[in-house]
């Protein structure tokens, strides 16, 4: 329901933005769709089961990294694994490909600056006597800047298709960019974080508000945050709910009880902001 009183006291408009397909570059249409335009300014938050119900975290500048995901086709020639003579083994090569990624980062990557490759996915053969024609593989990349994120692009295609070649195999790379579009890092605009500090800690004081560690964890807010800040609300309530699962684990549950605060704290960003800003009312 509408508050109508408030509203008429409002100088601006307000959007409410959400996030379709999250992972799979639903927020990237949004923008594409150009439901952002002229908006002045954005505010978002993520539910975190790693901070106590009523507290929020947040940081100035990179919160969260940006990230892809590769999709690679090994193919070798298959046979009798008794005969690996008569082979080329997808697997020996797919092998090769797992550590020399992994050297991207231990050998590549400043060790300062925060990366990650890794392999998730592994498919081959069903048989344990049969060498297979190929093997697909594929998993995630993740860095702090889009610079490093499209280095580690390069780098991943240049290792699988030339470690397969030192097998004698062919590899072909897919980063997913149709469905999965490489996702830009997270980073909180420092006066928007301000403006964000203030108004929370004037809500829940400031022993509530926490400065958090930034995460190898992407987000696809970060479409919207060409200029933007993000942050995350708090679940556990060890009276009600005991201890919650982290992100993704199949066994994680959502504490319904702080989203009213999230609601609140959303409501009162933008509010504050327009009332600070009432010379330039751009949508928000």
């Not at 008429?8 to 379709?20: A, R």
């Not at 397909?21 to 769709?33: F, H, L, S, W």
């Not at 150009?34 to 975290?57: D, M, R, T």
């Not at 807010?221 to 309530?237: K, R, T």
Request: net charge negative.
């Amino acid at each position: 329901m509408v508050d109508w009183e408030h509203k008429s006291k409002v100088p601006g408009t307000v959007i409410l933005v959400f996030q379709p397909a999250e992972g799979g570059g639903g927020a990237k249409k949004i923008v594409e769709a150009g439901s952002l335009e002229n908006v002045k300014a954005i505010f978002g938050l993520h539910v975190w089961p790693q901070l106590p119900a009523g507290e929020v975290g947040s940081v100035t500048g990179p919160l969260m990294a940006g990230g892809g995901f590769f999709k690679a086709l090994i193919s070798g020639k298959g046979g009798h694994a008794a005969i690996p003579r008569h082979s080329i083994d997808p697997i020996l090569a797919a092998s090769n490909v797992i550590v020399s990624l992994q050297h991207l980062i231990s050998r590549e990557a400043d060790p300062l600056n925060s990366q990650v490759v890794i392999v998730a996915k592994f498919q081959e053969g069903g048989a344990f006597n049969v060498i297979p024609d190929s093997v697909t593989m594929g998993g995630t990349f993740r860095a702090f800047s889009v610079e490093r994120l499209m280095q580690l692009k390069q780098r991943i295609e240049e290792v699988i298709t030339r470690q397969a070649a030192v097998q004698r195999c062919n590899a072909t790379v897919d980063f997913l960019s149709e469905g999965e579009p490489i996702c830009p890092p997270t980073v909180n605009n420092m006066h928007l974080h301000r403006h964000f500090l203030k108004v929370v800690q004037d809500m829940l004081g400031t022993c509530r508000v926490k400065e958090v560690q930034p995460t190898m964890g992407a987000e696809d807010f970060a479409f919207y945050q060409e200029a933007v800040p993000f942050f995350f609300l708090g679940m556990v309530n060890e009276g009600s709910h005991g201890r919650l699962e982290s992100l993704y684990s199949p066994y994680f549950r959502v504490n319904e009880e702080v989203l009213p605060l999230g609601a609140a704290l959303h409501a009162s960003l933008a509010v504050q902001y327009l009332l600070e800003h009432q010379k330039n009312v751009s949508p928000l």
